[in-house]
């Protein structure tokens, strides 16, 4: 008589579980997964590959050590923080023009004025199709992605040694993810650009930028879920 109930209570506890279990089950299936919102999208990752760069004398200075073929002397002191600033105004200029999604998104591209002088500025925002990604970027790309880009500098020398002007030169290298049709945008942009002291800093006093931008056909992923290489940048 013990061993019966002992059995019609495990079959009443086996049954409580499955009951239990049941109605956890249908209360999963009823949850509407909350959606996560995420932060707003980040400007990726950019730096150039500084190439070759030197300090070029404007007048002649006197030197015990013997002239050599190559002009160009090595950059330090003065010059070579005056070649670091320059790089990195260009480095910003062209991270605020195509990479950074609140400008590209929106069209506004106000935070790149201030790198050039008065003059220089006033003909930049006449060039803005051609200094950035353009005013339509954000209807056009969901992504842009840096590709890699390469930039030198020369910094003039005046009689005493000290630098009066900076020449840099360029290549920027991206590629935009269209929202639509088969093919991505590869932005291409050379440019050479002049830096003067103005009020005690570095601006850019006159430039000359070059794009030669080419639609490139989007590849199909090998397999579901693999990255689109032309999205990534992959040449």
Not at 92 to 97: K, V
């Amino acid at each position: 008589m013990r061993s019966w109930r002992m059995i019609a209570a495990g079959v009443v506890l086996v049954a409580a579980i499955a009951v239990i279990g049941f109605v956890l089950g249908s209360r999963d299936d009823r949850i509407t997964p909350s959606i996560i919102k995420t932060g707003p999208e980040r400007t990726p990752a950019f730096a150039f590959a500084v190439a070759r760069s030197g300090a070029l004398p404007t007048a002649e200075i006197r030197s015990r050590k013997p002239v050599r073929t190559d002009p160009l002397l090595r950059l330090h002191g003065a010059s070579k923080l005056a070649s670091k600033t320059a790089i990195a105004s260009i480095t910003r200029l062209y991270r605020s023009a195509f990479l950074d999604p609140a400008h590209w998104q929106s069209g506004a591209y106000e935070s790149l004025w201030p790198y050039f002088a008065r003059a220089a500025k006033a003909q930049a925002r006449k060039d803005v199709r051609v200094l950035t990604a353009g005013a339509t970027a954000g209807e056009a790309y969901d992504a842009i992605v840096p590709r890699p880009s390469a930039i030198s500098t020369t910094v003039l020398l005046e009689r005493k040694g000290k630098p009066v002007m900076v020449l840099v030169n360029a290549r920027f290298r991206a590629l935009g993810r269209r929202i639509a049709g088969s093919s991505n945008t590869r932005f291409d942009s050379t440019g050479r650009f002049f830096f003067q002291r103005v009020g005690g800093s570095w601006k850019i006093v006159s430039y000359d930028v070059r794009r030669s931008d080419d639609r490139v056909e989007k590849s199909l992923p090998s397999s579901p879920g693999a990255p689109d290489a032309s999205a990534t940048g992959a040449p």
